[in-house]
């Protein structure tokens, strides 16, 4: 498959996507919904892509070269994806924490082990997760960002948060927390 094609696939899906539940007149008379739709897809693939490059940085790959992916300058790319965002700011207020540094070998690990002690994963950033601290476990649960959650969400699951490509999922136990 051509690029080209790989692109039109993409720009069929995500369209297909956005207009996803609405009927054919709603679609022809419905301009600012899917205006609003859309607006709303381009702030989600926005925050992929952050969080893709973020990925990229924390598996050791260079501003140099994710500018060229990009088709930007290394500077470009730092400027534009290098400062901090969202969920990788600093906790505020409550019992917050970092939990960190943590990869993808040894997260899950050091989130069990937290978990037990009543944290449980709000936030992360390159290479930590912020967990708040309530009074019971937490069991924690990373998977593949594959799509809806639905499964997981009938297990008593909850979407502690995307950092793709991650999902975060996280469970309350009922069980009192352990002190440290």
Wanted: aromatic residues 6%; hydrophobic residues 40%; proline residues 2%.
């Amino acid at each position: 498959m051509t690029a080209e094609q790989e692109a039109a696939d993409r720009a069929q899906a995500l369209g297909a996507a956005i207009i996803a539940g609405l009927d054919g007149d709603e679609q022809a008379q419905d301009h600012l919904e899917i205006v609003r739709r859309t607006a709303h897809a381009a702030t989600d693939v926005e925050a992929l892509l952050h969080q893709a490059v973020q990925a990229a940085r924390a598996a050791g790959h260079s501003w140099a070269t994710l500018g060229a992916e990009l088709g930007m300058t290394r500077q470009a790319a730092q400027q534009r994806f290098g400062g901090r965002r969202g969920a990788a700011e600093a906790p505020t207020g409550g019992e917050e924490r970092w939990l960190g540094p943590v990869t993808a070998f040894d997260e899950m690990t050091e989130l069990e082990i937290a978990g037990r002690q009543g944290w449980r994963t709000v936030g992360a950033g390159m290479l930590k997760h912020r967990v708040r601290r309530t009074d019971t476990q937490w069991e924690h649960r990373r998977i593949a960002w594959t799509g809806a959650v639905r499964r997981w969400e009938a297990e008593g699951w909850e979407v502690a948060l995307r950092s793709f490509p991650w999902v975060y999922l996280v469970r309350d136990t009922g069980r009192p927390a352990e002190r440290e």
